[in-house]
């Protein structure tokens, strides 16, 4: 059998990034593959059966009929971007979509084909996570064609939605995660999936002397922010993700103030909780992710002002984040640091948390129910006067 590594493992090994996930191509039979890979599970039948083995996927092109020049051609212009239409051989020779080196050396995101997205319409929400990937890489305007074609046709709706969630927990992790929103606001592919953002870019984020953008703006501005500083600081993957979750939903109440109200948002954090919830479960993200979100809206114009909060306050907060799961620690911290404009937030804010985790109830005061938790409160209080 002859075996190729393709698409973004060899883009990447081009560009000169790292990778961790590598599939594979393979020139022959079903049969003959599924005899030397007895493990192998199908996962994809048409438009090329696609095998998982080992926890790497593996398309099979039976080369009979049609012989491997030509297959190995059309699978070339069958892939989604011609920086991921690349095949590398097991002997290293390189074989290219006739635009991928250019596209590779001017930095520019081109589909394979004029129908590339409307093959595969969950290819719209990887065009917006390489956005958010590849920051410094142009979209050319084929691209933005077929997406604005596609948005129009209403394929949008047809893509299943942990596909689309897959995309979108995968562009939290990349270097300018606001991308991701941005191509699909400029293409008109928010809707249905991102419904709640949809017209966020005319709504004003507050009163101008506070806020100078739109919500859609300021949010898509706040998750590019969270994302460099995680980066800068070498944060964990989940924790900046979770920042960047934070960031896109902390706002999501202010699309849905009265007109009559504007530019004033009185009462966001309230209308948020519920928006945030549904955007989480339509995506079917993990709970872990819609609970972050939910916690945000409810709790993030407390975090900006924190230094000025009162000592119970400052508890009940940060034991609300803390019962809610204490991994939303360090997300909050970025996102309340970026909303506010305040670095010294996160110090500030974790050095509390701190010390109300150091604090034990004396043994005479456990074990009375509600009595204890008044108690344990006060203390914590206490803590940080």
Request: charged fraction near 25%.
């Amino acid at each position: 059998m002859n075996y190729y590594v393709a698409g973004g493992a060899v883009r990447d090994m081009l560009l000169g990034r790292a990778f961790r996930d590598v599939d594979y191509l393979v020139v022959d039979s079903e049969q003959h593959f599924l005899q030397r890979n007895p493990a192998a599970r199908k996962i994809q039948s048409v438009p090329a059966p696609i095998y998982l083995l080992h926890g790497q996927e593996y398309t099979v092109l039976d080369p009979a009929g049609q012989g491997p020049e030509a297959m190995l051609h059309q699978d070339l212009l069958r892939r989604d971007f011609t920086i991921n239409a690349l095949l590398l051989s097991e002997s290293g020779i390189l074989r290219a979509h006739r635009h991928s080196f250019a596209d590779l050396r001017e930095k520019r995101l081109r589909p394979a084909s004029a129908t590339a997205l409307a093959d595969d319409p969950v290819r719209i929400f990887r065009a917006a996570r390489f956005a958010a990937m590849l920051p410094d890489f142009s979209v050319h305007e084929d691209v933005l064609v077929q997406m604005r074609a596609a948005a129009q046709l209403g394929s949008c709706a047809a893509i299943a939605a942990e596909q689309v969630g897959k995309e979108c927990l995968k562009a939290l992790a990349c270097a300018r995660p606001g991308n991701f929103l941005r191509l699909l606001q400029d293409t008109g592919c928010l809707g249905p999936w991102f419904a709640e953002l949809e017209g966020a870019d005319s709504i004003p984020a507050g009163p101008e002397r506070y806020h100078s953008l739109s919500v859609f703006g300021h949010s898509a501005r706040l998750m590019d922010s969270v994302a460099r500083t995680a980066l800068d600081d070498a944060a964990g993957e989940r924790e900046r993700c979770l920042a960047v979750w934070m960031a896109l939903c902390h706002d999501l109440g202010k699309c849905a103030t009265p007109g009559e109200m504007l530019p004033r948002h009185i009462g966001h954090e309230k209308r948020g909780i519920s928006m945030a919830r549904d955007l989480g479960l339509r995506l079917r993200l993990p709970r872990l992710y819609i609970r972050a979100g939910e916690e945000a809206c409810a709790l993030h114009m407390k975090g900006g002002i924190y230094p000025g909060l009162r000592p119970g306050t400052r508890v009940d907060l940060l034991m609300r984040l803390h019962g809610a799961n204490p991994a939303f620690i360090r997300p909050f911290c970025r996102l309340a640091a970026a909303d506010s404009g305040n670095a010294e937030l996160p110090d500030i804010i974790l050095r509390d948390y701190a010390r109300i985790l150091a604090v034990r109830l004396p043994r005479q005061w456990r074990d009375l129910g509600a009595e204890s938790g008044r108690q344990l409160r006060e203390l914590r209080c206490a803590a940080l006067v």
